[in-house]
């Protein structure tokens, strides 16, 4: 399912036919009767970066040899920086390895770990997005 991104003020314009708990996310319907999924990006999620120490690396990814920071907000669409094999989000996809998105870091749905060297494009795709840095 395609997904788009839009500012609060752009949800007149989609026809919503499912809305979730989570009231970020609406299932929409176009003119031709495709279904996509509307993501809502507000004004004041503002992304944090935090470069984790080695003790934190240990806890968050269960690894203790990686340059890691993590990035968060309210709640991060983590599609716009990972990749999907089979049904889950995976950092082996070509999209996850430009981001530096690692899968096994235990964060919660308002965090992502990422590889620092690879944070500026991770940035990059969320800004473009729509979120703005803190």
Known sequence: MKTIFCKPYQIKKHNVVEVFPNKQIKTCIDKNGKLYRLHIIYPCDTIKIKQLNESD???FCNKSDLKVTMVTLNWIPKE???GIIDGKYSQNTELSLKT????????????????????QYCLSILIKAGFKME
């Open 57 to 59: 690396v240990q806890w």
């Open 80 to 82: 716009l920086i990972a």
């Open 100 to 119: 530096g998105y690692i899968s096994s870091c235990n964060t919660g749905s308002n965090s992502v770990c990422v590889l620092t060297e690879k944070l």
